[in-house]
């Protein structure tokens, strides 16, 4: 098992779900009813960027050659063990055997090779589609061996292998797998109620019949806050990974619920759109990050479960250098900044918000934080849809909250068209250079430097390293107790 470093944000549509039997949740030990705040799109999780899409799919329909545990080591999944060479470029994995698709169709070299070159395809929409496309040779030596070389070397490519948007699927139905999915995973579709639920069924043809204890699961789709509780409470829900934190207090001294605190590799930003004027001006934007007090963001979004951040790292994850003193509370710096700026007070800004508490909820303490030092933000709400159109898509914001829970996404400040527009030749020749550093001394130092690199030019505000609350029945287990990636392992559960 190997150690790996623990990486846009949760994104669909959500809405008020139909009543589910409470005697689904409370007297069916072969079952689980488990909700969700957003409902995600498609079941396909290499073509879009909502992270809800695996939080239903991944482990459960679909596999890939690795698994990320809740501690962030990795271990075999599709792939029995690999092999890496000196230089650490190319990788020979050993593929398990008598696995197949849920359709019947056999698991082999061909299908992962089929799935990486279609992930890395020109025409992809596989938002991790950079690591697929710097695989420069994919060999199918024979069914159960295969070799990638990568142009470049990646110190994180086995937990990337392990990552929703490295799912192996079956070529013949991978063209439907939104809404039709097949993998070789434990669990199987059995339907979908849009704007309600998705149901899982324990698929009869997994490998290992023993693997999993719970034969079905419904994903309940639960956007309100005060729903969320109520279902809880009602025993229509069984387990709440990541519910509104001001729904905690009313759980923690119940005898029939468990409350887990995780660990988490968000972060939770105040993005700022670096193109526009006269947010391209780092004076501006320093501006911003100084108006803020991160510590009264993190009780009014996120009801205190929180930790500040200075830069797009969070504590716990390797290499982790404290930035928060770079653009500190100060909102009489903030003032001569933007005086120093050229900037005219009132500055009118809008600032876009999408569904989840912690944006709406903190969209109002940072738009009252901002018109203290001349800034007016008008808030604008959205649903994710919208916000995936046209924040992440068109570009069309100022200013926006979100968390991005990927553990590895340093990546994203490389790419000149990434809808925050962040281009820095300096980022790039560090980033470089961490990528390629073999030694983990060496790449520990460069990801501190672009820590700082990334506070000092203040292209976002950072706010906060959010700690994510689950509730549970409490003679539910296995639940995951961190969370590097955002999973549902529905095959860990059982009833005690």
């Given at each position: 098992m190997l150690?790996?470093?623990?990486?846009?944000?949760?994104?669909?549509l959500a809405s008020l779900p139909l009543a589910l039997p409470q005697a689904l949740a409370q007297n069916r030990k072969d079952s689980v009813v488990l909700a969700m705040t957003l409902e995600p799109p498609g079941l396909d999780p290499t073509a879009g960027a909502a992270s809800a899409i695996a939080e239903i799919t991944q482990y459960n329909i679909y596999e890939t050659l690795t698994k990320i545990n809740s501690d962030g080591t990795v271990s075999p999944l599709l792939a029995e063990g690999w092999e890496v060479s000196p230089d650490l470029r190319t990788y020979t994995f050993k593929l398990r055997r008598g696995v197949k698709f849920q359709n019947g169709e056999p698991f082999n070299?061909?299908?992962?090779?089929?799935?990486?070159?279609?992930?890395?395809?020109?025409?992809?929409?596989?938002?991790?589609?950079?690591?697929?496309?710097?695989?420069?040779?994919?060999?199918?030596?024979?069914?159960?061996?295969?070799?990638?070389?990568?142009?470049?070397?990646?110190?994180?490519f086995l937990f990337l292998m392990g990552q929703a948007t490295a799912i192996i699927v079956e070529p013949k139905s991978a063209d439907t797998n939104a809404t039709k999915p097949v993998g070789t995973g434990p669990y199987k579709l059995d339907s979908w109620t849009k704007g309600s639920s998705?149901?899982?069924?324990?698929?009869?043809?997994?490998?290992?019949?023993?693997?999993?204890?719970?034969?079905?699961?419904?994903?309940?789709?639960?956007?309100?806050?005060?729903?969320?509780?109520?279902?809880?409470?009602?025993?229509?829900?069984?387990?709440?990974?990541?519910?509104?934190?001001?729904?905690?207090?009313?759980?923690?001294?119940?005898?029939?619920?468990?409350?887990?605190?995780s660990g988490s590799r968000a972060k939770?930003?105040?993005?700022?759109?670096?193109?526009?004027?006269?947010?391209?001006?780092?004076?501006?934007?320093?501006?911003?990050?100084?108006?803020?007090?991160?510590?009264?963001?993190?009780?009014?979004?996120?009801?205190?479960?929180?930790?500040?951040?200075?830069?797009?790292?969070?504590?716990?994850?390797?290499?982790?250098?404290?930035?928060?003193?770079?653009?500190?509370?100060?909102?009489?710096?903030?003032?001569?900044?933007?005086?120093?700026?050229?900037?005219?007070?009132?500055?009118?800004?809008?600032?876009?918000?999408?569904?989840?508490?912690?944006?709406?909820?903190?969209?109002?303490v940072i738009a009252s934080q901002l018109a203290k030092v001349g800034i007016t933000a008008k808030l604008q709400n959205v649903e994710w849809a919208q916000w995936l159109s046209g924040t992440y898509g068109a570009k069309n914001y100022d200013l926006t909250i979100v968390s991005h829970v990927e553990p590895f996404d340093l990546g994203n400040f490389d790419k000149p068209d990434y809808y925050w527009g962040y281009q820095s030749p300096k980022f790039k020749d560090l980033y470089n250079k961490y990528k390629t550093s073999p030694r983990p001394a060496d790449?520990?130092?460069?990801?501190?430097?672009?820590?700082?690199?990334?506070?000092?030019?203040?292209?976002?505000?950072?706010?906060?390293?959010p700690q994510w609350v689950t509730v549970a029945n409490k003679n539910l287990r296995g639940l995951w107790k961190d969370m590097p990636i955002f999973v549902n392992d529905v095959s860990a559960l059982s009833w005690a």
């Open positions: 150690n790996r470093r623990t990486v846009l944000t949760t994104a669909a070299a061909q299908a992962v090779k089929f799935s990486f070159q279609r992930a890395g395809a020109e025409k992809s929409t596989n938002k991790d589609k950079r690591t697929f496309s710097s695989m420069d040779a994919i060999q199918a030596v024979d069914d159960h061996t295969l070799v990638i070389v990568n142009k470049e070397l990646d110190p994180d998705v149901t899982l069924s324990k698929w009869d043809g997994y490998r290992n019949p023993s693997a999993a204890k719970i034969r079905r699961v419904t994903f309940r789709f639960i956007a309100d806050p005060a729903a969320q509780v109520a279902a809880l409470l009602a025993g229509d829900v069984d387990v709440f990974p990541r519910v509104t934190p001001r729904s905690v207090p009313q759980f923690t001294d119940n005898p029939k619920f468990q409350v887990l605190l939770t930003i105040l993005a700022i759109n670096n193109k526009k004027k006269p947010l391209d001006d780092v004076r501006v934007r320093r501006a911003i990050a100084a108006a803020i007090d991160r510590k009264a963001v993190i009780q009014g979004a996120g009801d205190g479960y929180g930790v500040p951040i200075g830069s797009h790292y969070v504590p716990g994850a390797f290499g982790y250098v404290d930035t928060t003193s770079v653009n500190p509370y100060n909102p009489e710096k903030a003032k001569a900044l933007l005086k120093e700026a050229g900037v005219t007070t009132p500055l009118e800004l809008t600032l876009t918000l999408p569904p989840p508490p912690y944006a709406r909820q903190g969209g109002e790449r520990a130092k460069l990801v501190g430097e672009i820590q700082r690199l990334l506070a000092e030019d203040s292209v976002h505000a950072f706010l906060y390293q």
